[in-house]
C-alpha cells in the first residue's frame, strides 16, 4: 500500500521555500499579551486560593493594614473603578486583599504594558497572580481601553492607578484621565481609594521589603456629573483622593470641612525642594493611636 500523499495548498497547509530564511515567529507582549487565559475558572479558582491564603496573611504580616471606609461602598452592586494613589508595588496586593470578597475575586488590575508585559515570564506571572491586564500609561490606547470596556462590561471591576506609575519621592503625581475615561465611557462609577504607608514598606528602587503599618481608605463612589468633561471628572477623582488622605492624616470632620471649601491638601505636596517634601510628607502622616489596657481587677490604675 502506498503512503498517503499530503494535500497540496491551498487544501494542505502552505510550505516554506527551503532557499527563503523563515522569520521568527512573532512573540505577543506588552500592550498585545493575550490574558483571557487567566480569567478562566481554573485560574481563577488557584489565584483566589493563593490571595485568600497566601496573600492576605503575608499582606497583613509586612504592611499591617488598617482599612477604613469600606461602609461607603457596602451597596455599590459593581462592576467599579478603583483608583488610587500609586507609591509602591505594594499598592496592588494591599488593595486586592482589602476588597471585600464580593469584589476581591472579581477585580482586574490595569498594568504597565512597558513593565509588567515586556517578558513572557512575567506576563504570565502578573496575569495569573493579581489577574493583570496590559495598558499603555503614557495614554489611553485602543487597545487598552477596548479591553478595560470588555471586562467592564462582563462585570469585572478594575484597578487603575491615575498617576500612571509609582510616585518617585512619596508625593503623588497628577491623575491622567484613564479612570476618569473608562468611568464616562462605560457608565461605572469610580471608587477613590488612598493607601499609606506602602512607601514605608518598599519605596521605588529598594531591594528589600521593610514591615510597617498601613491605612487604606475607601471613598464614596463618583460618576461624573451632567455634562462634566473626561478632564474635569478626573480632576474630581483627583480631589477626591487629596480628601481621603486629609481624613487619614486628620479626622473625617476635618478633611470634609476642607475639602467642601476645596482646601484639602493637595496629592502632589508643596512645590519646594526635596528636604522640605519629605519632611511634610512625615509630618503628614498621622501616628495611630494606641489603646490603653485596663488595670488588672484589684489593683489602682
Do not use: C
Amino acid at each position: 500500500m502506498s503512503p498517503k500523499r499530503a494535500l497540496s495548498f491551498p487544501i494542505g497547509p502552505p510550505t516554506w521555500p527551503d532557499s527563503i530564511e523563515r522569520p521568527p515567529l512573532e512573540r505577543k507582549l506588552g500592550v498585545d499579551y493575550e490574558t483571557e487565559w487567566a480569567r478562566k475558572y481554573p485560574a481563577r479558582l488557584a489565584r483566589a486560593m493563593v490571595l485568600d491564603n497566601v496573600g492576605r496573611p503575608l499582606i497583613r504580616a509586612v504592611a499591617a493594614p488598617v482599612i477604613a471606609g469600606l461602609d461607603r461602598i457596602d451597596s455599590v452592586p459593581g462592576p467599579v473603578v478603583f483608583a488610587a494613589n500609586h507609591a509602591s508595588h505594594v499598592d496592588t496586593p494591599l488593595l486586592l486583599t482589602s476588597l471585600p470578597e464580593r469584589f476581591r475575586h472579581r477585580t482586574a488590575v490595569a498594568a504597565g504594558a512597558d513593565y509588567f508585559f515586556d517578558k513572557r515570564w512575567k506576563a504570565t506571572f502578573w496575569a495569573f497572580l493579581i489577574n493583570a491586564f496590559p495598558i499603555e500609561r503614557t495614554r489611553i490606547s485602543r487597545r487598552g481601553a477596548a479591553l478595560a470596556g470588555e471586562l467592564l462590561e462582563a462585570g469585572w471591576s478594575i484597578i487603575i492607578f491615575p498617576e500612571g506609575g509609582r510616585s518617585p519621592d512619596g508625593w503623588a503625581q497628577e491623575h491622567k484621565p484613564g479612570a476618569a475615561f473608562l468611568a464616562n465611557r462605560h457608565r461605572v462609577p469610580v471608587v477613590p481609594v488612598h493607601l499609606e504607608g506602602t512607601r514605608r514598606v518598599l519605596r521605588r528602587g529598594a531591594k528589600s521589603i521593610t514591615p510597617s503599618s498601613t491605612t487604606v481608605t475607601f471613598g464614596s463612589p463618583m460618576r461624573p456629573d451632567d455634562g462634566e468633561d473626561t478632564r474635569l471628572f478626573a480632576a474630581r477623582i483627583e480631589r477626591a483622593v487629596a480628601a481621603l488622605a486629609d481624613e487619614q492624616a486628620t479626622d473625617w470632620w476635618t478633611a470634609r470641612l476642607r475639602a467642601a471649601s476645596t482646601g484639602s491638601p493637595a496629592l502632589t505636596g508643596p512645590a519646594a525642594g526635596g528636604w522640605r517634601r519629605a519632611w511634610a510628607l512625615e509630618e503628614r502622616r498621622r501616628p495611630r493611636r494606641v489603646e490603653k489596657p485596663w488595670p488588672p481587677v484589684g489593683r489602682r490604675p
